[in-house]
């Protein structure tokens, strides 16, 4: 069980941060027995959203909250959307497990099963591998973006961050 004395984020803190997140730190969302529990920051925009690996009801998850205040619920959307056309496609992503908004409705958030033996593309190419390699796997990336493209799906924040692949 989860050490439940972390600190409360609010959406005041998520707005005013600007990168400094404190962590770890929890987040109580409505109608649900268990707390989100964030242990790490791994991508944030500035007053916009944030993604964070920690917990939720003992299981490892990804975190996404959309917090500003003029456009949250629309990324919200625009997020759920891509991953319906993924499913729809067939093409493997992490599962959606929960769906809601906290903080009088002022963040938006989605929480995804972690993928544990999965490494991104970033990490891969961090490693000393040699331009062969590199080739293959450009290769794999640029016939998967194109059965994407073929299949109606565009990524619209491609970077190699965002691309998980499997490892064993």
Same mark, same amino acid.
């Given at each position: /069980?989860?050490?439940?004395t972390?600190? &409360?984020?609010?959406?005041h803190? #998520?707005?005013?941060?600007?990168? /400094? ?5 929890? #987040? ?15 991508r ?5 959203r944030?993604?964070? +690996?920690?917990?939720?009801d003992?299981?490892?998850?990804v975190?996404?909250? +959309?917090?500003?205040?003029?456009n949250?619920k *629309?990324?919200?959307? *625009? &997020?759920?959307?891509?991953? &319906?056309?993924l ?10 497990l ?7 409705? *002022?963040?938006?958030?989605?929480? +995804?099963?972690?993928?544990?033996n ?19 796997? /450009? ?13 109606g ?6 970077? #190699?961050?965002n #691309? ?5």
């Amino acid at each position: /069980m989860q050490n439940d004395t972390r600190q &409360e984020i609010t959406w005041h803190k #998520l707005i005013h941060a600007n990168r /400094m997140i404190p962590v770890p730190f929890q #987040l109580t969302l409505a109608e649900q027995d268990y707390p989100v529990y964030c242990d790490e920051v791994v991508r944030i925009i500035p007053g916009k959203r944030l993604v964070a +690996f920690g917990t939720w009801d003992d299981k490892p998850i990804v975190a996404k909250l +959309f917090f500003e205040p003029a456009n949250a619920k *629309r990324h919200a959307i *625009r &997020e759920l959307l891509g991953i &319906e056309a993924l499913v729809t496609a067939h093409i493997p992503t992490p599962k959606l497990l929960y769906r809601g908004t906290v903080q009088k409705k *002022r963040v938006q958030v989605l929480i +995804f099963e972690k993928i544990l033996n999965a490494r991104t593309l970033d990490e891969i190419w961090q490693e000393k591998t040699s331009p062969q390699e590199l080739a293959l796997l /450009m290769y794999a990336v640029t016939i998967e973006l194109a059965t994407q493209h073929v299949l109606g799906i565009v990524q619209r924040d491609l970077h #190699l961050k965002n #691309l998980l692949l499997p490892f064993s």
